[in-house]
């Protein structure tokens, strides 16, 4: 056996003769197992928030949206429509019109959007599941529209009012300021069937309407559209579609993931989980200088024996060892022990919901094999890094 791996298994596991180093012992294991799971719990916590902030712009957001590269608006020709058609991973499309607008009810205004949608917008995007009062527009009825709820609350606005429609104006455009609301401002009168609840940004800013209405509103032509929006087969495709695509449009057209639709809010989740890594690493940090602490009790504790090994052979660099070694086992022990516990809370708070948001919701968690994999080689870097400093006391003034 190697020798100091076994003079440093002997010295982890059999009790010192000073009860103060079995309590410090004891101490900076039970820090590094209570580190190990604090810092696997929280990346366990922010990637559960991720998945779950995720499936709202899922539920919002097409696989990619096809805009124009100039102006707000373009002309839904036979050849998009065949260059379109002719991707079979392409499950859906759907022809968006969207525009800023200038909402009223009840003598209280709001700056928000409308979006005109056609009858199969729900196929790319499932805003109808989130629908937290009314229902979905029914395309029968081209004066319906679907708000989201900080709009409803900022109007005092709930559904099927027949009395009090929403007034939705916009500028003309080419209107520069203006002069007169007769001649400069384009409006309509809609029903509200329906409010939603998705992001807080969106629930401030859309208002759903058919996509005629959009268009009568903006003076657009029956085949004048904002954005065409896309759901595909398998989301593994998405690039070579996209690449595809770009090459039978032309520069005319850009070509948006969700992702990049959604840039700012993709770059605040990564930065959120590096900024919680880096503060639970920080907590590591101090918590392991006990198992510097530790050894250093221990080398003073052991000089006699060290002297001993010294005279019988042992060079000063496999004494140091022996106590990287058993540092490390320490750190190794402790981050076992640790990781075991803290995948089990995980698992339970996925299972039965022990920690609640809200009596219906559950703090959402998620196990990641790259989360294990983080917390694995963190805490055993940290506790090697710690070992060696530990071990830098022993020179050979100590064991001669």
């Known amino acids: 056996m190697n020798f100091p791996l076994y003079i440093a298994k002997r010295y982890l596991f059999s009790k010192s003769s000073n009860s103060t180093i079995n309590i410090v012992t004891f101490i900076a294991t039970l ?10 719990i929280v990346l366990s916590g922010f990637s559960g928030l991720k998945t779950f902030s995720i499936s709202f712009l899922k539920t919002s957001d097409p696989d990619f949206k096809i805009t124009p590269t100039k102006g707000k608006s373009f002309l839904f020709t036979d050849d998009l429509k065949s260059s379109l058609e002719s991707e079979n991973e392409i499950a859906y499309y759907t022809n968006v019109v969207e525009e800023r607008v200038f909402l009223e009810h009840k003598n209280k205004t709001h700056l928000g959007a409308i979006k005109g949608v056609e009858e199969n917008y729900i ?25 989201g709820n900080k709009i409803s609350d900022r109007l005092s606005m709930g559904i099927n009012d027949y009395l009090e429609p929403l007034k ?12 007169s609301t007769q001649s400069d401002i384009s409006s309509v009168y809609t029903q509200s069937v329906g409010i939603f609840a998705l992001t807080e940004e969106m629930d401030d800013k859309y208002v759903f309407a058919t996509l005629p209405k959009a268009q009568e509103l903006l003076d657009y032509e029956s085949n004048q559209i904002s954005a065409i929006e896309v759901k595909i087969n398998t989301i593994d495709d998405r690039g070579d579609i996209i690449k595809s695509l770009q090459t039978k449009l032309g520069d ?21 989980n590096l900024a919680s890594y880096l503060i639970f690493t920080l907590i590591l940090i101090i918590a392991l200088f006990n198992v510097v602490g530790v050894l250093i009790m221990m080398i003073f504790d052991k000089k006699s024996n060290l002297k001993t090994l010294y005279n019988l052979g ?10 990287v070694l058993q540092g490390f086992l320490l750190t190794f022990f ?19 919901g022990l920690f609640m948001i809200t009596p ?11 989360n294990v994999a983080v917390v694995f080689f963190t805490i055993l870097i940290l506790g090697f890094i710690a070992s060696k400093i530990a071990s830098s006391r022993i020179t050979k003034e100590v064991v001669e």
């Open 31 to 40: 820090g590094v197992i209570i580190g190990t799971m604090a810092l696997f």
């Open 123 to 147: 196929k790319v995007n499932n805003v109808d599941t989130a629908i937290v009062a009314g229902f979905w527009i029914n395309f029968e009825f081209d004066n319906q529209v679907v708000i």
């Open 360 to 370: 219906s919701l559950a703090f959402p968690v998620e196990f990641k094999i790259n």
């Open 168 to 179: 939705i104006y916009v500028p003309k455009a080419g209107s520069g300021y203006v002069k």
């Open 314 to 323: 042992a060079t000063v660099k496999e004494i140091r060892k022996v106590f």
């Open 252 to 272: 005319g057209y850009k070509i948006q993931t969700r992702e990049q639709l959604n840039a700012t809010f993709y770059k605040m989740l990564n930065t959120e």
């Open 334 to 352: 402790g981050l076992l022990v640790g990781l075991v516990l803290a995948v089990a809370l995980v698992f339970l708070q996925k299972q039965f």
